[in-house]
T-cell receptor, first 109, second 113 residues
Framework: GQNIDQPTEMTATEGAIVQINCTYQTSGFNGLFWYQQHAGEAPTFLSYNVLDGLEEKGRFSSFLSRSKGYSYLLLKELQMKDSASYLCAAMDSNYQLIWGAGTKLIIKP | IAGITQAPTSQILAAGRRMTLRCTQDMRHNAMYWYRQDLGLGLRLIHYSNTAGTTGKGEVPDGYSVSRANTDDFPLTLASAVPSQTSVYFC????????????FGPGTRLTVL
């Protein structure tokens, strides 16, 4: 079957760095997405990886290892506004997204 | 309008009633999707449409139907609502089904009593 695993909740301190891990199993693979979702709002796109390696975009970076079925999202210089849920999603061979349940990130001052 | 809109924002519905959730995008995206989001679960695909005139079933299609008469609109209908359909419903669109990014509407919070 198809499955996405990510931690339910993480806590970090303002100004610090946090890494949110995601492992996936899908029928075929066409890329790994990360989305941010603030409470009560819609998900918004953060990153897309289809090749192995690290993609950096400002304070956020995303890594993919296709052979390990593994990705992580790295958030640097954490700000209070980064408190949100982070959703990992893998695109399968039918170009449909399989979503994880999300990681709720709590930032403490 | 800019982007993707949904209506209503929220709705309380009696079981057995028919309900249509509306979704409109003005980005001329070919692909559109309906998801439901429940606490502790990931977004689950209900139905999708890769282009106007075509639709497909997602992971949890039972009890729901969709139509795609034109590029902009993708309504979701619950023919006879049941309490298990209480959820937050998100509509999304992307340029193509293979396109990288899906854009989401603000969501409809539906409660079925």
């Amino acid at each position: 079957g198809q499955n996405i695993d990510q931690p339910t909740e993480m806590t970090a301190t303002e100004g610090a760095i946090v890494q949110i891990n995601c492992t996936y199993q899908t029928s075929g693979f066409n890329g790994l997405f990360w989305y941010q979702q603030h409470a009560g709002e819609a998900p918004t796109f953060l990153s897309y990886n289809v090749l192995d390696g690290l993609e950096e975009k400002g304070r956020f970076s995303s890594f993919l290892s296709r052979s390990k079925g593994y990705s992580y999202l790295l958030l640097k210089e954490l700000q209070m506004k980064d408190s949100a849920s982070y959703l990992c999603a893998a695109m399968d061979s039918n170009y449909q997204l399989i979503w994880g349940a999300g990681t709720k990130l709590i930032i403490k001052p | 309008i800019a982007g993707i809109t949904q209506a209503p924002t929220s709705q309380i519905l009696a079981a057995g009633r028919r309900m249509t959730l509306r979704c409109t995008q003005d980005m001329r995206h070919n692909a559109m999707y309906w998801y439901r989001q429940d606490l502790g679960l990931g977004l689950r695909l209900i139905h999708y449409s890769n282009t106007a005139g075509t639709t497909g079933k997602g992971e949890v299609p039972d009890g729901y139907s969709v139509s795609r008469a034109n590029t902009d609109d993708f309504p979701l209908t619950l023919a006879s609502a049941v309490p298990s359909q209480t959820s937050v419903y998100f509509c999304a669109s992307s340029g193509t089904s293979e396109n990288n990014e899906q854009f989401f509407g603000p969501g409809t919070r539906l409660t079925v009593l």
